[in-house]
């Protein structure tokens, strides 16, 4: 609860507001130095790592809210700031093609030339010497690349129409019995079936045992064949671990829970609209551990738009003197 | 090993018309449990945990042991009045149920009875030793689909009756429901729920 003795009630919603204003500032403003970032080293190989710490954002979250405010990856931003680059380039310097192509990324400038080409209708030489020749504008967010100038703003992906129903909740401690899957999440049965044959004949799926999933990359990321996944079922202190089966806790604390009602497929889009949207929004931080989603329905029986899937994101504490 | 769906092979057991229709539904096994109580009481909420722990209990139990896998089917409800009158007329504390899941006749009494023992000892789920296997007939049925609230259900009820007065059939006094939707997630306006009317 709040206290609210002493403050009036107009002032206190000013400094909340003041407070939302800062944050989503804070948000935009720590984006604004990752692209800056990104701009000043397109020639050298750009970690993920590296992009979260130089806006301070949690590793384990930093590509979500990336995507999710700038509508496309790292990577592909990446990609078209470089081909952006040698557009420029073709145009203002007297670099050969085959040194654009090799500052763009690519082995040859063949593969350059077709991928250029695509993109623009013309190949390099001939957009080279067509005056009127403008390389295409396809970022949502009007991120360019730019020279010798910096990135002050830019307007994040907003779906003006979406209303996404977040809670905040208070979870408590869960101790899960689990199995580890690596590989694509459509293969992650296995794991459950190995977890639920294994916990049934002990009596554990009984009571209110919940279907936990945890995953702790980020597809659009890493390779589908190293994702890794944890299946898990809540189990109680008294759970005598199988030498097959693995046990851990899902640290509890303040996560900001939204239902996704439909097919697995599209829970990646629940997921960036969450983060890039809601959370860049909103008052909170995210925290520096994985997102879980509790299954409230039996994927084998129900049709898969009727499924129901609460995602958790992880908050940080007390944050910006709230409980 | 093919994974057995009773749902989907006996799809003409579960039609979903928009205005009744007769049809027959013939013998078929259900794991179940029995019961006095309003819909959402306390009784009948334990009794729905205790036939799902059971099913998923049984059924990965089984596939452990490589007795083969099959899809767990729709909930089932059977509600009659324990009294002439109609079920409308009374309280619903005092309706009188039998929750049912469709569950392929493989399955053994050894396998109810291990599995109610492996999570009576875990103590989280009372009266798991209640769910018990059941051949049952529904027979010559009217059935309908019903969206909307559970509370609205008699309208829907009101028209299958009026179907069956009118094809010289009498309705028992009991109606069954199965489950299409799930009551936690979806608006009570859009819930899908399968009437079924037995009659004679």
């Known amino acids: ?18 407070m939302r204003t800062r944050t989503q500032q804070s948000y935009l403003s720590r ?71 090799l500052a763009a990324g690519y082995e040859s400038d063949m593969a350059f030339s077709r991928v250029f080409k695509a993109k623009t209708g013309l190949l390099p030489s001939v957009f080279r010497n067509t005056l009127k020749a403008n390389y ?42 689990f199995v580890r899957h690596t590989g694509p999440y459509q293969t992650c049965g296995q794991a459950w079936d190995l977890l639920c044959s294994t916990l049934a004949p002990e009596g554990l799926l009984g009571g209110d045992a919940k279907m936990i999933g945890v995953s702790y990359d980020d597809p659009d990321v890493v390779d589908a064949k190293e994702l890794r996944y944890d299946a898990c079922i809540s189990v109680d202190d008294s759970f005598i671990q199988p030498d097959n089966i693995g046990i851990q806790t899902i640290v509890g604390g303040r996560y900001a829970m939204i239902s996704h009602i439909g097919s697995y497929d599209k829970l990646s889009t629940t997921y960036r609209q969450l983060f890039g949207q809601w959370l860049s929004q909103s008052d909170h931080e995210v925290a520096d551990k994985p997102c879980f989603e509790i299954y409230l329905n039996d994927p084998e029986s129900t049709e898969p738009e009727d499924l129901v899937t609460d995602i958790y994101m992880p908050l940080k504490e007390n944050n910006h003197g709230k409980n | 090993m093919e994974k057995i769906d009773l749902y989907k092979l006996h799809k003409a057991d579960y039609i979903q018309p928009k205005e009744p229709v007769l049809i027959k539904i013939p013998t078929a096994h259900y794991l179940k449990i029995d019961g006095t109580g309003a819909p959402g009481s306390t009784t009948f909420d334990a009794a729905v945990m205790a036939l799902y722990a059971m099913a998923y209990t049984i059924k990965m139990t089984r596939k452990k042991h490589g007795k083969g896998d099959y899809v767990i089917c729709k909930l089932e409800a059977r509600y009659w009045s324990p009294t002439e009158q109609c079920l409308s007329e009374i309280d619903k504390s005092q309706w009188q149920w039998q929750l049912m899941i469709r569950t392929p006749s493989i399955v053994a009494v050894s396998d109810l009875t291990q599995a109610a023992d492996a999570l009576a ?12 296997m059941n051949e049952f007939e529904f027979s010559n049925c009217v059935q309908m689909l019903h969206v909307g609230a559970y509370e609205d259900e008699h309208y829907t009820i009101k028209k299958m009756l009026d179907f069956a007065n009118k094809k010289n059939l009498t309705a028992k006094r009991e109606h069954c429901e199965v489950y299409i939707s799930d009551p936690r997630r979806v608006p009570a306006e859009r819930l899908k729920t399968i009437l079924r009317m037995p009659v004679s």
């Open chain 1, 31 to 101: 984006m604004v130095n990752v692209l800056n970032y990104i701009q000043e080293n397109l020639d050298n190989d750009l970690c993920l790592d590296e992009l979260a710490k130089q806006a301070c954002f949690s590793r384990y979250h930093f590509h979500r809210i990336f995507s999710g405010m700038l509508g496309e990856s790292v990577k592909e931003l990446v990609r078209r700031l470089r081909l952006e680059r040698a557009a420029s380039q073709l145009k203002t310097s007297g670099m050969s093609i085959l040194q654009i192509s």
């Open chain 1, 136 to 177: 295409p504008c396809s970022s949502t967010a009007s991120i360019r690349y730019i020279t010798n100038e910096r990135i002050s703003s830019f307007e994040p992906l907003i779906e003006e129409e979406l209303t996404m129903n977040v809670m905040i909740k208070q979870v408590d401690d869960i101790v899960v019995a």
């Open chain 2, 121 to 132: 000892a875990k103590g989280k789920t009372p009266s798991v030793h209640q769910v018990k």
């Open chain 1, 1 to 18: 609860m709040l206290v609210l003795w002493g403050i009036p009630q107009v002032i206190y919603l000013r400094i909340l507001i003041f």
